[in-house]
């Protein structure tokens, strides 16, 4: 295999459709939520870093589905899994892929002894309430 620099990331977008979905339209300049060459009709797959709610990574969906394209689905490195999000896919038709979660985090932090199995309870009361968690310390 090539190393990385041997494939800038630009040379990448130069080859490949790129976009970048903007949380809020640009105070300056042309004002796009879109920044990019996107074309009604196309297919599109978002990629993302973390999913937590889900509400801003759903907003890019939504951006780009007003834009006349196709979202085909979305990919993350990592969700919390929180079912505010989950509902919030099924609800907005988007099938999310992750490369890891929150529970394979907290299995291997405990084969990796980073927690105790004394610690799980409270992680996973942290991941059912995240807001609410605090309150019961």
């Known amino acids: 295999s090539a190393a990385s ?3 800038p990331l630009r040379d990448v977008y130069k080859r490949q459709p790129f976009v970048y979905v903007r949380q809020s339209e640009k105070k300056h300049g042309m004002g ?3 920044e990019g060459v996107l ?19 759903l907003k890019a969906a939504q951006a780009i589905r007003e834009a006349g394209c196709t979202v085909k689905g979305m990919a993350a490195i990592f969700t919390y899994g929180f079912k505010v999000a989950e509902d919030a896919f099924k ?4 099938n999310l ?8 985090l907290v299995k291997q932090a405990l084969e990796e002894n980073f927690v105790t199995k004394s610690d799980i309870d409270s992680l996973v009361q942290w991941r059912e309430n995240p807001a609410e968690w605090g ?3």
């Open 97 to 104: 892929i992750t490369l890891s979660n929150y529970e394979v």
């Open 135 to 137: 309150n019961n310390l």
């Open 39 to 57: 074309e009604p009709g196309q297919s599109v797959v978002i990629i993302e870093d973390l999913i937590s709610t889900g509400g801003s990574s």
């Open 32 to 34: 796009n939520v879109i």
């Open 5 to 7: 620099s041997d494939y």
């Open 91 to 94: 609800e907005a038709k988007v």
